[in-house]
């Protein structure tokens, strides 16, 4: 338990550094710096930097669904006020997620892409599910605004333009709305 727990500790510590720095700026130094740890507790833990940047980038989209799914709890379930929050949400995480664009098309992760980008479409769609289930809506009616606010998110972190995001993302949100509301329409109609 006590081993977990250094471990993730060190985890949150490595990923701190590399969304500072960026994948090739940090050292193992940077990691035992902000871990507070030595070298030879940091590869006790950790086979290589490889192993570190794996852990990282599966603790970064953890954050980033765990941030995303607490801001859901905050909402009445079918309440359109959510999407101000979740634009604020991928607004703020974009240098988060710079980093983990940075990992993902890093040769270095080369042989877990395929693997990270199953589990990155299974967020999309656990996201667009709890969605769904809030709006009284089917799934594919939204799923297409899911996986188009995810690629503004993207777009957002790797070129910055936070008002461009923004007008985006409202956008989306509009489309979503509305969407939604057509459909609620339609459904009382044909009760």
């Known amino acids: 338990?006590?081993?977990?727990?250094?471990?993730?500790?060190?985890?949150?510590?490595?990923?701190?550094?590399?969304?500072?720095?960026?994948?090739?700026?940090?050292t193992t130094r940077d990691f035992c710096a902000a871990a507070d740890v030595n070298a030879n507790t940091l590869y006790y833990y950790f086979d290589s930097k490889n192993e570190i940047l794996v852990e990282c980038v599966n603790y970064g989209y953890m954050q980033l669904e765990s941030t995303l799914f607490d801001a859901l709890k905050e909402f009445d379930k079918s309440s359109f006020d959510i999407f101000p929050r979740l634009t604020k949400i991928g607004l703020d995480y974009a240098p988060k997620m710079r980093f983990l664009h940075q990992a993902v098309s890093s040769p270095a992760y080369e042989e877990y892409r395929e693997d990270q980008f199953k589990k990155v479409n299974a967020f999309y769609d656990r996201l667009g599910m709890e969605l769904a289930e809030r709006f009284d809506c089917p799934y594919e009616l939204i799923k297409d605004y899911i996986y188009e606010i995810m690629t503004l998110l993207s777009y957002f972190s790797l070129w910055g333009s936070r008002d461009m995001a923004a007008i985006q993302f409202n956008r989306i949100f509009i489309d979503f709305k509305n969407a939604i509301t057509n459909y609620r329409e339609i459904r009382s109609l044909m009760e």
């Open 1 to 26: 338990m006590k081993q977990t727990i250094k471990k993730n500790y060190i985890i949150e510590k490595c990923y701190e550094c590399f969304v500072k720095n960026g994948i090739e700026n940090t």
